[in-house]
C-alpha cells in the first residue's frame, strides 16, 4: 500500500457512521451484508448507507457483488490488512514492541 491508498482508506474510516459500517461488514466476514441488514442493524436511513457504503467502495475498503436482486458488501480484508500493515511497517523500529498492559509504547520509542 502506498501513502496515497493510506490516505484514502483512512479519509473514508474518518467518519463515525462509515466507521461502523465498515466495522458490522468486518464482523459479517466474508458472507456480507445486503443494505436493508446493514441498515437496520445500524439503524441507518438507507439513502444515507447508500452514500457511506460508495464511499467505502471508492476507498477500495468494501466490495461489492450483485446477487439477483441484491446486493452483497463485503470488507475487503487484504485492503484492511494492507492500511494495518502500513501504518505498523516501521513500528519500533523493527525491535520487538512491548504490547503488555500497561504500556502505553514500544519500548523503542
Known amino acids: 500500500m502506498d501513502e496515497d ?3 484514502s482508506s483512512l479519509a473514508a474510516l474518518a467518519h463515525a ?3 461502523r ?11 456480507g451484508l445486503v443494505p436493508s441488514v446493514l441498515a437496520g442493524l445500524l439503524g441507518v436511513a438507507r439513502n444515507a ?7 467505502l467502495a471508492h476507498a477500495g475498503l468494501v466490495s461489492v457483488e450483485p446477487q439477483g436482486r441484491n446486493l452483497i458488501y463485503r ?9 494495518l500493515g502500513y ?7 523493527g525491535g520487538a514492541c512491548d504490547l503488555t498492559a500497561g504500556a502505553s509504547a514500544c519500548t523503542h520509542c
Open 5 to 7: 491508498q493510506a490516505v
Open 17 to 19: 457512521q462509515r466507521l
Open 21 to 31: 459500517v465498515f466495522r458490522a461488514l468486518v464482523v459479517a466476514g466474508p458472507s
Open 49 to 55: 448507507l447508500s452514500f457511506h457504503l460508495k464511499e
Open 75 to 83: 470488507a475487503d480484508f487484504v485492503r484492511m490488512n494492507a492500511l
Open 87 to 93: 501504518l505498523t511497517e516501521h513500528c519500533c523500529e
